[in-house]
């Protein structure tokens, strides 16, 4: 213990490596300080998660224990809510989950997945527009698991990874962890299309300095604007990407397909991925999968990571560079999870009944969409071209000032970097009429 003069010394007071002085009691003219250890590692003393998502919903929580919940505009939480504010599910996957033995609750599973679960899949994912090439495939803890396992095993630390400007937060944070960062191209040029040339630009100047480049592009259904990206833009991505493999560089192509089945017809969304077939070797490309979205599984945490190649060798690779890392972080997936998606792919009755109350919900979150999206074009607001999925966005100068004065209406959004994020899953039809107008006027006044 120290006494030191306040004039002299700052609040909180750097010792040395690891040691930090804490005020303990101070008056006019003295303070004193005690001794405080930081005992996390060098690399991870810095780590604060501020995940602006569950603050708003945090706040929207205590705003509904205050008000009741008829009150409150619940716009920030990125689940399928029902028309009466509560959580959705689709009765199908409760009744054949539910209809388990025991031992597909508490077994363990294979550090890779259960092979049926890993078929079914890939069977998912593609739905008739399987590319031509070599495929692999891990379980994953989710879609944010499959993200994990690509920038674990495909970025050198120190490198960037490139998405959009709008994006995902979490992709930050997993960077960040893992020794790499992340930096970002125009999403929409003026007219609010893919940016092709802000695109193409980012690869080239990364190319300059990297040997290897992973793009992540969230698409059908991008989080957090609902774009996706048309055959079109697909077609300037991978001549982009072409380009620089013929120079020998090494290209990851992550598609986050989490919000593939709230984009529309499941053949149609998926048409993109044939254009995938034949690459060179050196482009690698991956899709993330999740079960959250398309089986209202969000807390059951199951999910892939998938990789095609024009190359068995790569793919291979790929197989035993994953199960390394599954082992290093979660060991093994939820098994339970993983043989209800299988149990139900290899249903037909059941594969049926799933995808009519699948598409019942896809329904139901493209109305409530679609209502904003209308009005907001009748009050004249500007956002950002809503094709399908959770969320649309509104962009704005002062985010924070925007969803603060929009609480004062009992109605909680997500602010975000570049504008207001509305979750279009969790709002009923009923109150998702007016919000645009509310919205336009707070800019207004603003």
């Given amino acids: 213990m120290m006494v030191l003069n306040l004039s002299v010394v700052p609040k909180v007071l750097p010792l040395c490596c690891g040691t930090l002085l804490?005020?303990?009691?101070?008056?006019?003219?003295?303070?004193?300080?005690?001794?405080?250890?930081?005992?996390?590692?060098?690399?991870?003393?810095?780590?604060?998660?501020?995940?602006?998502?569950?603050?708003?919903?945090?706040?929207?929580?205590?705003?509904?224990?205050?008000?009741?919940?008829?009150?409150?505009?619940?716009?920030?939480?990125?689940?399928?809510?029902?028309?009466?504010?509560?959580?959705a599910h689709l009765p199908t996957v409760e009744r054949v989950f539910r209809s388990l033995p025991i031992e597909d609750y508490i077994a363990y599973a294979p550090i890779s997945g259960l092979p049926e679960y890993l078929e079914a899949v890939i069977d998912i994912t593609f739905a008739g527009n399987r590319p031509a090439g070599y495929l692999g495939a891990i379980a994953t803890a989710g879609g944010t698991g499959a993200v994990r396992t690509a920038v674990d095993n495909y970025v050198e630390k120190g490198d960037q990874v490139l998405t959009s400007d709008w994006f995902w937060g979490t992709y930050n944070v997993i960077c960040q962890e893992l020794g790499c960062s992340v930096t970002n191209f125009s999403l929409f040029d003026e007219a609010n299309n893919f940016n092709?040339?802000?695109?193409?630009?980012?690869?080239?100047?990364?190319?300059?300095?990297?040997?290897?480049?992973?793009?992540?592009?969230?698409?059908?259904?991008?989080?957090p604007t609902g774009y996706s990206l048309s055959s079109e833009d697909w077609d300037h991505v991978l001549d982009c990407v072409k380009k620089h493999a013929a120079t020998g560089k090494k290209i990851y192509l992550l598609v986050d397909i989490a919000y593939i089945d709230f984009a529309g017809e499941k053949f149609e969304t998926r048409a993109f991925m044939q254009k995938f077939s034949n690459l060179p070797e050196n482009i690698l490309t991956l899709f993330a999968f999740s079960m959250s979205k398309a089986y209202t599984f969000y807390g059951q945490r199951c999910g892939a990571l998938i990789a095609l190649s024009a190359s068995k060798t790569v793919i291979d690779e790929f197989n035993e560079i994953s199960k390394y890392a599954a082992r290093a972080t979660w060991s093994n997936i939820n098994r339970g999870a993983m043989t209800l998606l299988a149990r139900i792919q290899q249903n037909k009755v059941d594969y049926a009944s799933y995808e009519t109350e699948r598409d019942a919900l896809y329904r139901l979150v493209q109305e409530r969409g679609d209502i904003f999206m209308h009005e907001a074009a009748e009050c004249r607001l500007p956002t950002l071209p809503y094709k399908g999925g959770f969320f649309l966005a509104i962009p704005v100068a002062n985010p924070q000032a925007v969803c603060d004065l929009l609480r004062e209406d009992l109605i909680f959004a997500v602010p975000l970097k570049m504008g207001v994020r509305i979750a279009a899953c969790s709002v009923p039809s009923t109150k998702m009429r007016g919000i645009a107008e509310k919205i336009k006027h707070v800019i207004d006044k603003m």
């Fill in 196 to 223: 092709h040339t802000a695109f193409a630009t980012s690869v080239d100047v990364l190319l300059k300095t990297q040997d290897s480049l992973l793009i992540i592009l969230n698409t059908p259904a991008h989080n």
């Fill in 22 to 87: 804490y005020p303990c009691f101070q008056n006019k003219k003295e303070s004193v300080f005690i001794m405080a250890v930081q005992m996390a590692a060098s690399h991870a003393a810095s780590r604060r998660l501020k995940d602006a998502i569950f603050g708003a919903n945090a706040a929207c929580r205590a705003a509904i224990a205050e008000y009741g919940e008829d009150r409150v505009v619940n716009a920030t939480i990125g689940a399928v809510m029902d028309d009466t504010g509560k959580l």
